[in-house]
């Protein structure tokens, strides 16, 4: 029997409705949906009586072939997507009444608490040719949580450009807006993205945990000696501070958090960012608009003139943001910026490939802080490799995935006044390599490798990641 995936079918929960969820455990089924006289049933084993199926549906049956693994995920959450079903079906039902925006807010609320629950940080809401797809980015990683029909692609569309006060008649432009939440007490700031596609829009909402912004740097999770070093360079009140690394590595996180530890009344902090994602008391937030041309450089040129003792830019995007960072940062003001780059020594290689004079660059920088996210092996399932190694198996506490939440793995690298000697005199970034050798520099590699060895990860997430 060929073996298929449960992500290929819009499955009709309803069938669900009579049916004890022990039964499925016990036949290792799940029904899928209804095909004139046939129920179709996912099953992982190849010697099911039909008999006593059949007279669980009171109809015929027909057998697709899935992993096992399938039908425990899809059984772990069976009563929330149940929930969705009903309120999906309800919404649909009612279309040309008023009520029908009742159930499909009702609908994306569900969605967000039960986000909100499992760690989730972006809901992916993506229209095919048939099917509205719903995913769901947990530790940095998509799952496929359900698969509607495509008829209920309007109402999500507009019901959440409602919330966020959007044109609903707008299909063939991006559109971001964002609306608050307060979900079991806590309150919460959801960022839309709406992207035109060839079957509809992809919609993706980026859930924003105000409670990210009260982190101090203690919490995030560094070593003791990283911390120090970045709390250190945090008293200082002149110079460049980078925090580089990908898009999803926990850049934004830690930026807030180092602005936390230096915001007081005696300071003046002002940030430039696109867009803002969370809001701070006491720091002034520029929210970079391009449609009324307030870009980064149009900011950062008057920004000098607001008396601040502390800048945060969001990204340095290219020449003429760096170079008016390196001013700010000469001028006697600490700068604190992101700029994406694999490692801290290649940072160095990008501020110099921006063109800008390698003598303003060692007279400036004072710290590269690059940083990944690694996921955790789930205590419950993992198992050892080898000797030195643990691998993921997946288990109900994990999703199946064999990881539970993420742990950040960093490099510092302080612009001493060796390595600002070798800026300044040399383009070869090798000759910074050699000096941190000599010096035991750990880099993002070596601790990398030590959460491999204290069973904290796999090595195979090591590898995707460093």
């Given at each position: 029997m060929q073996c298929k995936s449960l992500k290929e079918f819009n499955i009709d929960y309803s069938l669900l409705e009579n049916i004890d969820n022990n039964l499925l455990f016990e036949f290792d089924m799940m029904p899928l949906y209804k095909e004139q006289l046939f129920v179709i049933v996912a099953t992982s084993k190849t010697n099911l009586t039909v008999?006593?199926?059949?007279?669980?549906?009171?109809?015929?049956?027909?057998?697709?072939?899935?992993?096992?693994?399938?039908?425990?995920?899809?059984?772990?959450?069976?009563?929330?997507?149940?929930?969705?079903?009903?309120?999906?079906?309800?919404?649909?039902?009612?279309?040309?009444?008023?009520?029908?925006?009742?159930?499909?807010i009702e609908f994306i609320d569900e969605v967000l608490r039960f986000s909100i629950e499992n760690n989730v940080s972006d809901i992916h809401y993506e229209c095919f040719e048939k099917s509205v797809v719903l995913r769901l980015r947990i530790d940095g990683v998509l799952n496929q949580f359900f698969r509607f029909d495509i008829s209920l692609y309007t109402v999500i569309s507009s019901s959440i450009k409602y919330l966020g006060n959007l044109d609903l008649s707008?299909?063939?432009?991006?559109?971001?807006?964002?609306?608050?939440?307060?979900?079991?007490?806590?309150?919460?700031?959801?960022?839309?993205s709406t992207m035109p596609s060839i079957h509809g829009e992809s919609i993706v909402l980026r859930i924003l945990d105000n409670g990210n912004i009260e982190k101090n740097l203690q919490e995030i999770g560094f070593e003791n000696q990283t911390l120090n070093a970045i709390e250190n360079i945090l008293t200082l009140t002149q110079g460049l501070v980078l925090v580089?690394?990908?898009?999803?590595?926990?850049?934004?996180?830690?930026?807030?958090?180092?602005?936390?530890k230096i915001n007081t009344t005696e300071k003046?902090?002002?940030?430039i960012e696109d867009p803002v994602e969370y809001k701070l008391d006491g720091i002034v937030q520029v929210n970079v608009n391009t449609d009324i041309?307030?870009?980064?450089?149009?900011?950062?040129?008057?920004?000098?003139?607001?008396?601040p003792d502390c800048i945060m830019i969001g990204e340095i995007r290219d020449q003429e943001s760096l170079q008016i960072a390196i001013q700010a940062a000469l001028t006697g003001h600490l700068v604190i910026a992101t700029l994406h780059t694999n490692?801290?020594?290649?940072?160095?290689?990008?501020?110099?490939d921006l063109n800008t004079k390698p003598y303003l660059i060692a007279a400036t920088l004072k710290m590269v802080i690059s940083q990944r996210l690694l996921r955790v092996l789930c205590d419950s399932c993992k198992e050892k490799e080898s000797d030195l190694t643990y691998k993921s198996i997946g288990c109900k506490e994990c999703n199946f995935t064999g990881y539970?939440?993420?742990?950040?793995?960093?490099?510092?690298?302080?612009?001493?006044?060796?390595?600002?000697?070798?800026?300044?005199?040399?383009?070869?970034?090798?000759?910074?390599?050699?000096?941190?050798?000599?010096?035991?520099?750990?880099?993002?590699?070596?601790?990398?490798?030590?959460?491999?060895?204290?069973?904290?990860?796999?090595?195979?997430?090591?590898?995707?990641?460093?």
């Open positions: 008999d006593k199926i059949v007279t669980i549906f009171n109809q015929p049956i027909k057998f697709i072939h899935v992993l096992h693994q399938e039908l425990q995920f899809e059984w772990k959450n069976l009563q929330f997507k149940k929930k969705l079903f009903l309120l999906a079906t309800k919404a649909l039902d009612t279309i040309e009444n008023e009520s029908k925006n009742s159930y499909i707008q299909k063939r432009l991006p559109l971001n807006a964002r609306f608050s939440r307060v979900i079991e007490s806590k309150s919460f700031d959801i960022r839309i580089t690394g990908p898009t999803g590595s926990g850049k934004t996180t830690t930026l807030y958090s180092m602005l936390n003046k902090i002002i940030t041309n307030l870009d980064y450089s149009t900011v950062l040129k008057n920004i000098l003139r607001q008396d490692n801290a020594i290649e940072t160095i290689t990008r501020l110099l539970n939440g993420r742990q950040v793995v960093s490099e510092v690298l302080k612009i001493n006044s060796e390595i600002a000697k070798i800026i300044t005199n040399s383009r070869e970034i090798s000759n910074i390599e050699e000096y941190l050798k000599k010096k035991d520099f750990q880099s993002l590699a070596v601790n990398g490798k030590k959460l491999v060895f204290e069973a904290k990860t796999s090595y195979s997430e090591y590898h995707s990641k460093l």
